[in-house]
C-alpha cells in the first residue's frame, strides 16, 4: 500500500511539471506608448507622458497571465509611437521572427502606441512568416487613468497569443475586445477606446469573458505579399504628401530632391491628384522612383491611374510601408504595380 501510495505521488507531480512545461510561453515586445502612459491624475487622459512604465510593470500589473502561459518581457523601447522609425521597425521584426522559430515560443504580443500601432502591426504582417500568433496591442487611456483599458487589452492579447485557435492568421490586432487583422485594421478615432477597426474586411472575432472566439477558420487574405528581410540591412526612404486643393509640385520636387526613393500621395476620392502636380508625378515615375496615389479617405479601393500607381485598398500608410519593402529588394516598377493591383 505504502509503494502504492508513493507511486501515486510521483505520478501526481510527474503530471504536474508536465503540465508546467506544457504551457504556452509568451514573448512580450515592449515599445512604449499610452499603455505604458502615465499622468499625474487620474483623470487626465491627454496630458500623460508616453512610456513611462517599463515591461515588466506592465505583466505584473496584471497577474492573471500567470494562471495560463508563461510569459516574459523584453523592453525593444519606450516611446511615443509617433518616433518609431524604419530602423527600429527593422529589429522588431527581425527579433520577433528568430523567436518565432524556436519551438517553445507559443506567441508574442507586441505593445505599441496606437498612433502608428497599424503601421507596426502591417510591417510585421508582411515580413512574418510563422503559423504562430503575432499579437499587436496598445491602449487609448494611459495606465494611472480611471477605466484604463491597457490591463484588460494585455490580458486580451496574451490569451490570443497562446491560443491554438489563433495560428495561421497573420498578425493581428487586439484593441477593445476585438481582433482585428493587421492589413485592414486602422485608427478611426483619436480618443475612443473602439478607435481600431476594420472599414472594409470587418474584425476577425472577439472576447466574452477573456476568451478570444473567431468568426472564421484560419484564412489570409488574397494574395498577401511577403517580404523576407533576412537580409535588408537598411530601409529606403518613402515620402507620404497630403494633397489638397491649390495643391502645386514644391513638395514633390523637394521630397525626390531629398532623396526619397518612392512618394506616396494621399489623394482625393479615387486617387484624384490636381492637374498641376502631374507632370512631377509623370516625371517621377519616367526617373524610376515610383508613386503611388492612395486615399484620404478611411475607406476603398483606389484603382489605377494613367499618372502612377493606385494603392488598391491599402492607405497611405500602409501603401508607404509596401513601397519601403519592395524597393530595399529592389523589385521592378511592373512587380511594385502588382503588389496594389492583387487585393
Keep these: 500500500m505504502k509503494n502504492s501510495a508513493l507511486l501515486a505521488t510521483l505520478l501526481l507531480f510527474f503530471c504536474f511539471f508536465c503540465g508546467a512545461a506544457e504551457r504556452p510561453q509568451v514573448t512580450i515586445y ?13 483623470l487626465d487622459s491627454t496630458g500623460y507622458v508616453s512610456g513611462s512604465l517599463g515591461v515588466q510593470t506592465l ?10 502561459a508563461d510569459v516574459s518581457g523584453r523592453q525593444v523601447a519606450n516611446l511615443e509611437s509617433s518616433d518609431v522609425d524604419r530602423t527600429l521597425l527593422l529589429k522588431l521584426a527581425k527579433t520577433i521572427h528568430a523567436d518565432l522559430a524556436k519551438p517553445d515560443t507559443s506567441g508574442v504580443v507586441v505593445t505599441h502606441g496606437t ?4 503601421e507596426t502591426a502591417f510591417f510585421l504582417d508582411l515580413t512574418t512568416r510563422s503559423p504562430k500568433p503575432v499579437v499587436i496591442v496598445g491602449a487609448m487611456r494611459p495606465a494611472t487613468a480611471i477605466s484604463a483599458d491597457g490591463a484588460m487589452n ?24 476585438r481582433i482585428s487583422p493587421a492589413m485592414f485594421v486602422t485608427k478611426t478615432d483619436t480618443h475612443a477606446v473602439e478607435a481600431f477597426q476594420s472599414p472594409e474586411a470587418g ?6 469573458n477573456g476568451q478570444p472566439y473567431f468568426y472564421y477558420a484560419p484564412t489570409q487574405p488574397v494574395n498577401k505579399p ?23 509640385d514644391t513638395l514633390i520636387r523637394a521630397a525626390i530632391k531629398n532623396g526619397a526613393k518612392g512618394i506616396v500621395i494621399a489623394g ?14 509623370k516625371e517621377a515615375m519616367a526617373r524610376g522612383i515610383p508613386v503611388v496615389i492612395a486615399s484620404r479617405i478611411d475607406a476603398g479601393y483606389v484603382t489605377a491611374n494613367d499618372e502612377a500607381i493606385g494603392s488598391g485598398f491599402y492607405n497611405p500608410q500602409k501603401a508607404k510601408i509596401i513601397l519601403s519593402l519592395a524597393l530595399a529588394r529592389h523589385d521592378s516598377m511592373e512587380t511594385i504595380r502588382g503588389y496594389f493591383a492583387t487585393l
Excluded at 203 to 208: A, E, M, N, R
Excluded at 233 to 245: G, M, R, W
Excluded at 268 to 281: D, L, M
Aim: charged residues 20%; without cysteine.
Design 59 to 68: 505583466i505584473d500589473a496584471v497577474p492573471e497571465l500567470k494562471s495560463f
Design 154 to 177: 494585455l490580458y486580451d492579447a496574451v490569451k490570443l497569443a497562446a491560443s491554438d485557435s489563433a495560428r495561421h492568421r497573420g498578425a493581428m490586432v487586439v484593441m477593445n475586445d
Design 226 to 248: 511577403h517580404f523576407d528581410i533576412s537580409e535588408v540591412e537598411s530601409l529606403p526612404d518613402v515620402s507620404i504628401l497630403y494633397s489638397y486643393q491649390d495643391q502645386d
Design 203 to 208: 474584425y476577425l472575432g472577439g472576447f466574452i
Design 115 to 118: 498612433d502608428t500601432l497599424e
Design 30 to 42: 515592449a515599445m512604449g506608448g499610452t499603455i505604458a502612459g502615465a499622468a499625474s491624475s487620474n
Design 268 to 281: 482625393t476620392g479615387n486617387g484624384s491628384i490636381p492637374g498641376r502636380i502631374k507632370p512631377a508625378v
